[in-house]
């Protein structure tokens, strides 16, 4: 089973949240709305993609690059490690 198959209500109410911040900015402009808090909602909106694309990218390395089925040598377990962490610290 895919990791986004497994993972899917989840990822969807991130999805869900992300669409409400993009509506928020929007409506933000719509309305004229001070530029700092359309920007703080832009920042929070891009925070949000950003962490969703880390979540997706941690769950493809976990389930498709190290096969979940066999047990990863303490290497492998160790470098996909620390692919996740470079992973999470540039999307931040």
Do not use: W, Y
Request: charged share 30%; with cysteine.
């Amino acid at each position: 089973m895919s990791h986004t198959v497994r993972d899917r209500n989840k990822l969807l109410n991130r999805i869900r949240r992300i669409r409400g911040q993009l509506e928020g900015i929007e409506k933000a402009l719509e309305n004229e709305r001070d530029p700092f808090f359309v920007l703080q909602t832009a920042a929070s909106c891009r925070g949000a993609l950003n962490s969703l694309m880390a979540e997706v990218i941690e769950g493809h390395i976990r389930f498709h690059v190290l096969d979940p089925t066999r047990s990863a040598t303490s290497a492998q377990a160790e470098a996909s490690q620390e692919l996740i962490d470079i992973v999470r610290t540039f999307l931040k």
